[in-house]
């Protein structure tokens, strides 16, 4: 049985808690995590780069000059890549990067992740993460408190993501704050601690009940 720390408000510890089995009790298929990280990765870029060639540089219309007599070398066009302001050779162009992962590869891969993590012990679980506004460095300190931040990566997982719990936790370096029904392997893989609170484990349990 899988289990993980648990702590209070206060980033005091105050128990264990068993994690469920349908998700922290998967079989770890490497490939498959892999997978899934690369596919993610190439859906992010945007491939919008684009260079022009010779056929699309404006002007180069007129032969610059005759093709014998001049003692110099042939040319057709100052547009040529030889030249300044000339075309590029095989330059970048626009192109779609993403790569299509079914929904079940999906899921295999995020339980096999979080059953990583599980089995290495870096699975926390806060009871509760609350703030009525804003404060980065409470936030902080309560990670630090749980031995989270700031020597490793975090990733809080929470029920659902508030303003002030989002501001507080954008401008630390290192610390991601992710949704449980959104939950990445991406994200999963990326950090080194992960604090799930109460709330959030339960969504995933109902989320993942299959």
């Not at 859906?43 to 110099?72: A, C, L």
């Amino acid at each position: 049985m899988a289990t993980a720390n648990v702590f209070d408000q206060n980033g005091a510890k105050s128990g264990t808690v068993d994690l469920p089995k349908n998700i922290f009790e998967a079989e770890v298929n490497e490939f498959v995590v892999h997978e899934v990280v690369v596919a993610y990765l190439a859906n992010q870029r945007q491939g919008t780069v684009n260079t022009k060639e010779r056929s699309d540089v404006r002007g180069g219309g007129k032969k610059p000059w005759r093709q014998k007599g001049t003692g110099r070398a042939r040319a057709g066009t100052i547009r040529s890549p030889l030249w300044r302001g000339g075309g590029t050779v095989f330059g970048p162009h626009p192109r779609d990067h993403r790569l299509k992962v079914n929904k079940k590869t999906r899921r295999i891969a995020l339980k096999s992740s979080l059953t990583a993590r599980a089995n290495d012990g870096d699975i926390m679980v806060i009871k509760a993460m609350d703030f009525s506004t804003p404060k980065t460095s409470a936030f902080a300190s309560l990670l630090k408190s749980m031995e989270a931040y700031p020597r490793k990566k975090a990733l809080v997982v929470v029920d659902k993501i508030d303003d002030a719990t989002l501001r507080s936790a954008r401008n630390i370096a290192g610390v991601r704050v992710a949704q449980a029904n959104e939950l990445t392997t991406y994200d999963v893989v990326w950090a080194d601690k992960i604090v799930l609170t109460s709330a959030a484990l339960k969504r995933m349990e109902e989320v993942h009940a299959s």
